[in-house]
Every structure is written in structure tokens, then in C-alpha cells.
């Protein structure tokens, strides 16, 4: 009878634990991005795929990322009870179809990853990844909203800033810009503040500095930190030009500008990692970089 309990332990492995547990959530997370339709957006496969790319091309980078390592997250062995019971907790967890049940779901087996003792330097990076996805999930949702209407204010005296150095004279009411030369404004709401892709950009960061196996240091949190600026004065800048007019309101709000904007979001998410991770000795090594005394 007391051998029993330990065979249990013995035919279930730690690393099976992982992958059930992240597969899990993973499915859980996919599954509330897919069942996010607006009234009136029929299902389909078109509108499924869309809103799978609406939701970031990081998003998909971060969960390759996790599964190609997640069979190396943990030492072989038994799974320990904790491992275990924390599946079946997820599990129960994901049953419900709430966005922010998925978050705990991802906030707990992050946790318990970069914690676990017996975690491989993989298993602490998948870790990492979950947190910042439960970061990024959360972030962009309606509980956070009124904290972006509020920064959408800062962003509004931002804009009329911008109007000002431009000696076009604008007019600012709570979170409303108003180009007056142009008898236009615009209202800034939760999905255009400037706020509202910090995350993402701080989880691109992560995924890859994650993706060139460095450890987390103290130069990758000022790099950081230099591309929240960069995202920052680019969204200001759409805001703007945003509010220079009607057409031009449409252009960058629904037109081929939100196309413009996006794609240089993507490419300020990607240089700023770059630069972070590049290796200093290896640009004074190269050969073009010698010097003859």
C-alpha cells in the first residue's frame, strides 16, 4: 500500500505535466481570441483568421516559442503532487470562458515555473513568456480600459502640443483634440492611446530576447524602456495627424495609414531588441573595424 502513491508519481513525468498544463491554456487563450465576435460578425473561417492577426504577430511568435521548448522546461523525473494538482486547477481554470480566467491560468504556471526548482534555463524563459502574455491579455482588456481613457487625456494635450509647433492652433477637452483651423477633432479612446501597446511591445521585446537565448539584464531594461518611447511618440504623431483632418482621419484610423502605422510599430518593436542584444565585441572584432597603427 505505500508503494502505491509513489507509482502514481512514477508514471506521470514532470515534463508531460508542463505540456498538458501550458497545452491547456493554451487552448484556453486561442479560444476566447476566436470566440471574440462583435455583434453581428458571422462565424467563419475568414473572420476567425482575422482576428487571430488582430491579435499580434508576437502573440503567435511568443506561443511557437513556448511550444518548441516546453519539452525542455523541467529535469526528467516524477511529477511532484504540486505539478499535478496545478494541471487540474488550469484545467478547471480554462473551463471557463472568461478572459481573465486565462490570465490566471498563465499567471499561475509562469509562476510556478520560474520557481520550481527543478526547472531547466528553458523551462524560467517559458515562464517568462507566459507572465507577459498574461501581461499583454490583461493589459488590452476592458478592466484596464479607463485607465487608457485617462492617459488618452495626456495624449490629447500631447497632440495640441504637436498642433502648436506646427503653428496650427488646437484645443483640448478631456480626452478631445481639436485642430480649430480645421473645425475638426477626434476623441481619444482605449484602443488609441498610447498606452494601450505597451505590452505588446514590451512582450516582443521579451520574445526576442527569449528567441537569442540571453539572460535579462540591467542594458535590456533601459532598451526597453527607449522603446516605450519610441512607441509612444509614434502613436502620438498618428494622433495628430489624425486630427489634421477628415480624410485624413480616415485614412489613418481605417485606411491604409492604420496599415502604415502597424507596420512601423512592428518594425520600432524589432530594431530596439536588436540593438539590445547585439553583442559590442563582436562589432569591434569584425574585420572592417580594424585600425592599422
Known amino acids: 500500500m505505500h ?8 508514471l506521470i513525468g514532470a515534463r508531460e505535466v508542463w505540456v498538458w498544463a501550458v497545452l ?23 473572420s476567425m483568421i482575422a482576428r487571430v492577426l488582430e491579435n499580434g504577430a508576437f502573440d ?10 516546453i519539452t525542455r522546461v523541467s529535469e526528467a523525473g516524477p511529477a511532484s503532487w504540486l505539478q499535478i494538482w496545478t494541471t487540474f486547477l488550469v484545467g478547471a481554470i ?10 490566471v491560468g498563465l499567471v499561475i504556471l509562469g509562476g510556478l515555473l520560474i520557481r520550481d526548482r527543478r526547472a531547466l534555463p528553458a523551462g524560467r524563459q517559458v515562464g517568462l513568456v507566459l507572465l507577459a502574455l498574461a501581461f499583454e491579455h490583461l ?12 492617459v488618452g487625456r495626456v495624449d490629447a494635450r500631447i497632440s495640441a502640443c504637436l498642433f502648436y509647433l506646427l503653428n496650427t492652433e488646437a484645443a483640448v477637452r478631456a480626452n478631445v483634440v481639436e485642430n480649430i483651423g480645421a473645425n475638426f477633432g477626434i476623441s481619444i479612446w ?6 494601450f501597446p505597451l505590452a505588446g511591445v ?17 542594458r535590456h531594461l533601459l532598451w526597453l524602456c527607449v522603446s516605450f518611447i519610441g512607441s509612444i511618440l509614434l502613436t502620438e504623431i498618428r494622433l495628430m495627424l489624425m486630427a489634421t483632418s477628415e480624410a485624413s482621419y480616415l485614412w489613418w484610423h481605417d485606411g491604409r495609414g492604420a496599415s502604415v502605422y502597424a507596420v512601423a510599430a512592428l518594425a520600432l518593436a524589432v530594431v530596439f531588441p536588436i540593438l ?6 563582436t562589432a569591434k572584432a569584425r574585420p572592417g573595424n580594424l585600425h592599422v597603427a
Open 3 to 10: 508503494d502505491r502513491p509513489r507509482l502514481v508519481r512514477d
Open 24 to 46: 491547456i491554456v493554451a487552448v484556453a487563450f486561442w479560444a476566447n481570441i476566436l470566440r471574440g465576435t462583435s455583434p453581428g460578425d458571422l462565424p467563419g473561417l475568414d
Open 60 to 69: 503567435v511568435f511568443a506561443w511557437a516559442l513556448v511550444f518548441a521548448r
Open 94 to 103: 480554462a473551463l471557463s470562458p472568461v478572459r481573465l480566467a486565462t490570465d
Open 139 to 150: 493589459w488590452t482588456s476592458s478592466l484596464l480600459a479607463p485607465l487608457h481613457v485617462l
Open 190 to 195: 482605449s484602443g488609441c492611446a498610447s498606452s
Open 202 to 218: 514590451s512582450l516582443a521585446f521579451l520574445v526576442f530576447v527569449v528567441y537569442l537565448d540571453q539572460p535579462l539584464r540591467r
Open 276 to 281: 539590445a542584444t547585439r553583442n559590442p565585441g
